[in-house]
T-cell receptor
Framework: ETGVTQSPTHLIKTRGQQVTLRCSSQSGHNTVSWYQQALGQGPQFIFQYYREEENGRGNFPPRFSGLQFPNYSSELNVNALELDDSALYLC???????????????FGPGTRLTVL | AQKVTQAQTEISVVEKEDVTLDCVYE???????LFWYKQPPSGELVFLIRRNSFDEQNEISGRYSWNFQKSTSSFNFTITASQVVDSAVYFCALSVPPDKLIFGTGTRLQVFP
């Protein structure tokens, strides 16, 4: 069984640019969540996609957007990059059979984004 | 407000010592889940345990044990006979609608030989 994979591993961008991060969910999982982890902090919830629709969003501005594809893989797009966007971006996949809580989320290795 | 507090920023122990990582949470929901994750230097979060709000039984898994007390809103994690491989950052997290995880700031555990 293939786990959650993310690409690229590392990325360097300059302020004002746009970036797309990719995530392949674990086989059979229908839900993808994205988290931002700044250095020395815990991960912060960005948003979640369930069956290709956004299913909740954290306190992040609209320039953070996402997509989930029919094969349940996902993209995170960030426009107009700011220095504070430098962080580790983690993708997590899970199986959600309803709108229930507590589904175990399996995390990928993350993408380290540096904004100069 | 929903919040997870891990007051211990960093803990250092010598191998074979027991160590307890504290976690205090806040939520008004009556149904919720609590998690512990381990983050080694590689960065990937590794699932350790999930507990729902209706199950206050303590759990033991090998050298790991968890103590869940709703009365004090705590979900503490104990490693018995710590090993160097236990060195990592440990996160406590609360699952709230729509099944998002709210993480604490983490506790960095360093186990020295």
């Amino acid at each position: 069984e293939t786990g959650v994979t993310q690409s690229p591993t590392h990325l360097i961008k300059t302020r004002g640019q746009q970036v797309t991060l990719r995530c392949s969910s674990q086989s059979g999982h229908n839900t993808v969540s994205w988290y931002q982890q700044a250095l020395g902090q815990g991960p912060q919830f960005i948003f979640q996609y369930y069956r290709e629709e956004e299913n909740g969003r954290g306190n992040f501005p609209p320039r953070f957007s996402g997509l989930q594809f029919p094969n349940y893989s996902s993209e995170l797009n960030v426009n107009a990059l700011e220095l504070d966007d430098s962080a580790l971006y983690l993708c997590a996949s899970s199986i959600k059979f309803s709108t229930g809580l507590g589904n175990e989320q399996f995390f990928g290795p993350g993408t380290r984004l540096t904004v100069l | 407000a929903q919040k997870v507090t891990q007051a211990q920023t960093e803990i250092s122990v010598v191998e074979k010592e027991d160590v307890t990582l504290d976690c205090v949470y806040e939520t008004r929901d009556t149904t919720y889940y609590l998690f512990w994750y381990k983050q080694p230097p590689s960065g990937e979060l590794v699932f350790l345990i999930r507990r729902n709000s209706f199950d206050e039984q303590n759990e033991i898994s090998g050298r790991y044990s968890w103590n869940f007390q709703k009365s004090t809103s705590s979900f503490n994690f104990t490693i018995t006979a710590s090993q160097v491989v236990d060195s990592a950052v440990y996160f406590c997290a609360l699952s709230v609608p729509p099944d998002k995880l709210i993480f604490g700031t983490g506790t960095r555990l360093q186990v020295f030989p």
